[in-house]
């Protein structure tokens, strides 16, 4: 089992419609990141966070660090949104630094 | 700013040919990490530096990895002899600390064939 599982692997929506993408890990933590890769290959980070709730935009980002469970939320999703969204998380060893545990990644793709 | 730069972009090269992969950070950032993404593996991290000085370099895959970071806006990535399953996507990132926002470079694409 990996560390850092997301689902779906692969999610396609419709213009408009609300999008929920999970990561769920098995290790405790100090932080998760959500990242979005464009079809180009940047990446850019989207959200850092270690406890509650997180927005930004169309973007909600939320934690539970008890159940060891993140979502991030797209609301009024749009073309330009496709992308592969990464879940990411920083272990809570100290000895772990700042070393980061990956999730395989969600296609979305968002149809006009 | 203009973010973290990286080169060269795309990389195409024959098997035993050294190659390096540059970075230069974003102004300020005290922390560095070179990250390969693959098909098969997803993001791995090979390396991190803190204030220029390696801290974990257990992702470096093998001796034909090396990487230096001389001063604090520039690091290399260097591999030495490389071989067709080095192809990837090296990725160089930065940040102000550990609990702080990550900021990614573009990306190096390096064929070897």
């Known amino acids: 089992k990996n560390e850092v599982e997301q689902s779906p692997q692969n999610l396609t929506a419709q213009e408009g419609e609300f999008i929920t993408i999970n990561c769920s890990y098995s290790v405790g933590i100090s932080a998760l990141h959500w990242l979005q890769q464009h079809p180009g290959g940047g990446i850019v980070s989207l959200f850092m966070?270690?406890?509650g709730k997180k927005k930004h935009g169309r973007l909600i980002a939320t934690i539970n660090i008890q159940e060891k469970h993140s979502s991030l939320h797209i609301t009024a999703s749009h073309p330009r949104d496709s992308a592969v969204y990464i879940c990411?998380?920083?272990?809570?060893?100290?000895?772990?630094?700042?070393?980061?545990?990956f999730g395989e990644g969600t296609q979305l793709t968002v149809n006009p | 700013d203009a973010g973290v730069i990286q080169s060269p972009r795309h990389e195409v090269t024959e098997m035993g040919q050294e190659v390096t992969l540059r970075c230069k950070p974003i102004s300020g950032h005290d922390y560095l990490f070179w990250y390969r993404q693959t098909m098969m593996r997803g993001l791995e991290l090979l390396i991190y530096f803190n204030n220029n000085v390696p801290i974990d370099d257990s992702g470096m895959p093998e001796d034909r990895f090396s990487a230096k970071m001389p001063n604090a806006s520039f690091s290399t990535l260097k591999i030495q002899p490389s071989e067709p399953r080095d192809s990837a996507v090296y990725f160089c990132?930065?940040?102000?600390?550990?609990?702080?926002?990550?900021?990614f470079g573009e990306g190096s694409r390096l064929t070897v064939l």
């Open positions: 990411a998380v920083r272990s809570g060893k100290e000895t772990s630094g700042s070393r980061l545990t």
């Open positions: 990132a930065s940040s102000l600390g550990t609990a702080l926002e990550l900021f």
């Open positions: 966070l270690s406890s």
